[in-house]
């Protein structure tokens, strides 16, 4: 059984960092692009950050562009991480992980519809 299993919030202030990590199993996810994606009361789920099977290629929501970072762990491709830095409010949500069941290329890394598996999220408040 595939599971994606997100860890790593909490409740911080503006200006924080914390970071995320998404740990896959049931299946490889070396050869398949990974995100992160969010969800804040009211809204829809949003796309905040995606990387290809390789890490070479890192893709981000022009709203936490230069203050996340995504990344793959170098030795366990099947473990992502989510580096939020200078948090704001508007930041609060819950934040899921995704996993495509191949590798995503473009637009596509952007779009929920690309990715098959999904965390159960972990919650992020940012205080002001």
């Known amino acids: 059984q595939v599971q994606l299993v997100e860890s790593g919030g909490g409740l911080v202030q503006a200006g924080d960092s914390l970071r995320l990590s998404c740990a896959a199993s049931g299946r490889t996810f070396s050869r398949s692009a990974m995100g992160w994606f969010r969800q804040a009361p009211g809204k829809e789920r949003e796309f905040v950050a995606a990387?290809?099977?390789?890490?070479?290629?890192?893709?981000y929501a022009d709203s936490v562009q230069g203050r996340f970072t995504i990344s793959r762990a170098a030795n366990a491709k099947d473990t992502v991480y989510l580096q939020m830095n200078s948090l704001k409010p508007e930041d609060t949500a819950v934040y899921y992980c995704a996993a495509d069941r191949s590798d995503c290329s473009g637009d596509d890394c952007y779009a929920l519809y690309t990715y098959d598996y999904w965390g159960l999220g972990t919650q992020v408040t940012v205080s002001s």
């Open positions: 990387i290809s099977r390789s890490g070479g290629s890192t893709y």
